[in-house]
């Protein structure tokens, strides 16, 4: 099954060359990760979704890591299933306090709460989502509960 999964990376790769920086496997939890430039992330989530050999039309979810002694403090992730061919890739960006990442509603109507929830407790702000409002926390809440300085 190993060598199924590394020939898709290597034709992942091969026709998204400008859209991916780096692509990898894991043996231990037969998984791939690919990491992306934020503003090619669209691309990169439309293309797994509609290609033949991807078929990955299932967004399990979206969450956020932040690592505040970076730069580019805040890693996005997004992890997909293809049922089609029974396995399961991980998408990351990264993005700092102020740069904003496209919305995938349009690719995946599941990450509308997954989107609202990063946005809610990371502050990551979202382009193009339908409504990007608080999930979790109330209205007139101030500040994002998962930033680590948060006080």
Known sequence: MKNVHVNFNESLAQMLPHSIYNITYSDSTNETTVIVPSTSLYEVILFLRDHQN??????????????????????????????????????????NEITPIDSICSIHSSANWYEREVWDLFGIFFTNHPDLRRILTDYGFVGHPFRKDFP
């Open 54 to 95: 991807g078929q990955f039309r299932v967004l399990s979810d979206i969450t956020a890591v932040d690592f505040p002694e970076k730069d580019v403090r805040f890693e996005v992730i997004y992890n997909l299933l293809s049922i089609r061919y029974n396995t399961r890739i991980r998408v990351k960006t990264s993005v």
